[in-house]
């Protein structure tokens, strides 16, 4: 079972339809999907990654202190009460799921199917 907090703060990202049907099969998506859905901003080769996030960076440094702090406090706001308010229960639950005989099945399954080996 995918923890409540997980899929609550990817429904932020991502809307609730694409969370939920994310959580629900575990498809693992690429990068272009991944860029047209939300869930990250923009994609970089390996050799530009580091540059364009330092550049990112430069230019949030260049902002008034306070207020982008501020405005940062409120961005994260939802995705802190979201993993606040199930934590403990979604550790139980996954814990609890992920002991069963059915999901280490469907583990081992996705694994052999990303990598190949058992």
Request: with cysteine; aromatic share 4%; charged share 30%.
């Amino acid at each position: 079972a995918m923890p409540k907090m997980i899929q609550d703060v990817l429904a932020l990202r991502v809307g609730w339809n694409r969370a939920t049907e994310l959580c629900l099969t575990g498809r693992l998506i690429g990068p272009e999907e991944a860029l047209a859905t939300g869930l990250v901003d923009e994609l970089a080769g390996p050799d530009e990654t580091v540059a364009r996030a330092v550049a990112w960076l430069e230019r949030l440094i260049r902002l008034p202190r306070r207020p982008s702090a501020v405005t940062r406090g409120h961005a994260r706001q939802a995705m802190i009460a979201a993993i606040e308010a199930s934590f403990e229960r979604d550790v139980e639950e996954f814990l609890e799921s992920w002991n069963l005989p059915e999901t280490r099945r469907a583990v081992e399954a996705m694994v052999v199917r990303l990598t190949g080996r058992r």
